[in-house]
């Protein structure tokens, strides 16, 4: 079986179809949150995870990592737009239960990802692969929140604040998809991956009060 956690639909829906072509695919479904992947993981233990860790909702790298060795015997493939060089580095070094190619890869990438993890094989992907043996300086990975524009230090405050997607686009009277895309460049410029880390970061540059968040 193969488990997609990726809510971007069209993304979603395209693996999908590329799954269902693949030899010993078996099943292919779509697990909305943590709690239905950690259901339907513990029916199937030794199912394909398809993973979008920046919109899922694992908190971090430790999560995940947790719940990888409850369920040994099963083997993920981490599909996102974008990744800090600390994620993948300690992704890559710590568990081989890990594979990594990106949303912009070729089809020919990601399409190798699926088939190796269907032998429960790591695959990274060349870009991946590139960044690992080319590591950026330590000024490259210094975050700063002085990157951002006015409205993605607005939007990254909503998010620091626990707001989804769907609700910053509603709030602003923006589309689901313009939010979405701020959020991404808000990841890349602060090199984080989901909005734990970004949280953290806001609340350590004083952008968002603690008593505020907490509230």
């Not at 998809?177 to 090199?191: A, D, G």
Request: charged fraction near 25%; hydrophobic fraction near 40%.
């Amino acid at each position: 079986m193969i488990l997609f956690a990726d809510r971007q639909d069209i993304t979603r829906i395209g693996l999908m179809h590329v799954a269902s072509t693949m030899e010993c695919a078996g099943e292919c479904k779509y697990v909305e949150d943590k709690a239905s992947l950690i259901e339907a993981l513990t029916a199937v233990p030794d199912a394909i995870v398809v993973l979008d860790y920046t919109m899922f909702d694992i908190n971090d790298l430790s999560e995940l990592l947790i719940i990888t060795q409850r369920f040994g015997s099963s083997h993920w493939v981490l599909f996102s737009d974008t990744l800090s060089y600390e994620f993948m580095s300690r992704a890559v070094a710590t568990s081989r239960q890990l594979s990594i190619v990106m949303k912009d890869s070729p089809i020919g990438e990601i399409r190798s990802a699926l088939q190796y993890a269907l032998q429960h094989q790591r695959y990274i992907c060349q870009r991946i692969a590139e960044m690992l043996l080319n590591p950026p300086t330590n000024d490259e990975q210094q975050p700063e929140l002085a990157s951002l524009t006015k409205t993605e230090t607005e939007i990254l405050k909503l998010i620091a604040l626990g707001l989804t997607t769907k609700e910053i686009a509603e709030r602003r009277f923006s589309s689901f998809h313009t939010i979405n895309t701020h959020r991404k460049n808000i990841f890349r410029k602060l090199s984080v991956n989901n909005a734990h880390e970004a949280t953290k970061l806001a609340l350590r540059a004083g952008l968002v009060d603690s008593a505020e968040y907490y509230i």
